[in-house]
């Protein structure tokens, strides 16, 4: 079989889904396109992941932990009907990245790192894009002229976890706008806004020029906010920094910066906020407009 999907085509399938407006299916289409041609590069890398053994636990246990739910509920098959319909419209909407990230990825991310040194890291979510600018280690990333939020100076250094500096460590940043909104999943926004990576200096350090994003609510139009409706959840995340860090011998960490003080901290519906992610930010020195948080990243060398 011949995959005909190229990068070409993915890239075109994404700018459609998000070019009308930003409704969930927009979002939705445009992160399910990006995770599977992301997927189908990995899977090529590393061919067939997981043993027949391997699924043949896993997905026993999982779909027990469903029947012992239905007994333990006793639940109805106007219930099950209701499941169902749901798990496809899920499907429809390409809501799966969302669903997943939001509901499921902290427990992955906690299983993975439970063994890290160094700076915690926490969920990716589904709005990641590879390749973004290089920048200088003293940078301002990618935004519009007139872009909305307080100036934010984040700048740091990078070592290793014994404290030598990490020379030409990549800094990827990425977030949200002060309306919510990433770039590349809704619709008017400039290609790599408020996307990039900075590449530290000679001592590790780093000074990244940006705006303070705000809380983000996940969309509520579509099978995501139907869930959180029905069961009188609420659709918000802390507003946040996601970042990669990475040095060469060291393990990449992925990760998130929140706001001290900041509306939804104590009640991310991510469930991926940690009290070493946490910024206090103070405002800038010198004058100059806006905040400054310093914030050090440490990295553990074993692979
Ligand atoms: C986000 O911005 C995000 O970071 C996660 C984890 C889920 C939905 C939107
Ligand atoms: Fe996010």
């Known amino acids: 079989m011949t995959d005909i999907t190229t990068t070409e085509a993915t890239t075109e ?13 927009a979002s939705g289409a445009a992160a399910t396109e990006r995770f599977r041609s992301k997927q189908r590069e990995d899977a090529a890398a590393t061919p067939g992941a997981a043993g027949t053994k391997r699924v ?12 012992d739910v239905i007994r333990r509920h ?34 992955v991310e906690e299983v993975a790192n439970e063994d890290r040194d160094g700076s915690k890291g926490t969920i990716e979510g589904p709005y990641y894009v590879p390749g973004s600018p290089k920048l200088p280690a003293e940078a301002t ?13 984040f700048q740091g250094r990078v070592t290793s976890v014994d404290g030598t500096p990490l020379a030409g460590a990549e800094i990827e940043m990425w977030h949200a706008d002060d309306d919510g909104f990433y770039s590349q999943y809704a619709p008017g926004l400039p290609e790599w806004n ?18 303070q994003p705000a809380p983000y609510q996940i969309p509520t139009d579509g099978s995501c906010g139907r869930l959180i409706s029905a069961a009188g959840w609420h659709a918000w995340r802390p507003a946040h ?16 910066l929140y706001f001290k003080g900041g509306n ?27 905040n400054e948080v310093t914030y050090d990243f440490v990295l553990d060398p074993r692979i």
């Open 264 to 290: 939804h901290v104590e009640d991310d519906i991510a469930s991926a906020v940690k009290p070493e992610l946490i910024l206090a930010p103070v405002p800038a020195a010198g004058g100059a407009d806006g």
């Open 194 to 211: 408020l996307r990039g990576t900075v590449v530290a200096d000679d001592e590790g350090r780093f000074g990244i020029h940006t705006v």
């Open 141 to 153: 990333l990618p935004m519009r002229d007139d872009e909305g939020g307080t100036p934010l100076l």
């Open 241 to 256: 920094l996601h970042l990669k860090v990475s040095a060469a011998g060291h393990r990449l960490v992925t990760t998130q």
């Open 74 to 107: 006793k639940v109805t098959y106007a219930e099950y009907d209701a499941l169902k319909a749901w798990l496809i419209q899920v499907g429809l909407d390409g809501e799966w990245p969302l669903f997943l990230d939001v509901w499921i990825e902290h427990v």
């Open 13 to 25: 399938a994404v700018a459609e889904a998000i070019a009308e407006t930003a409704t969930a299916a």
């Open 56 to 67: 043949d636990t896993l997905a026993t246990e999982l779909i027990t932990a469903v029947h």
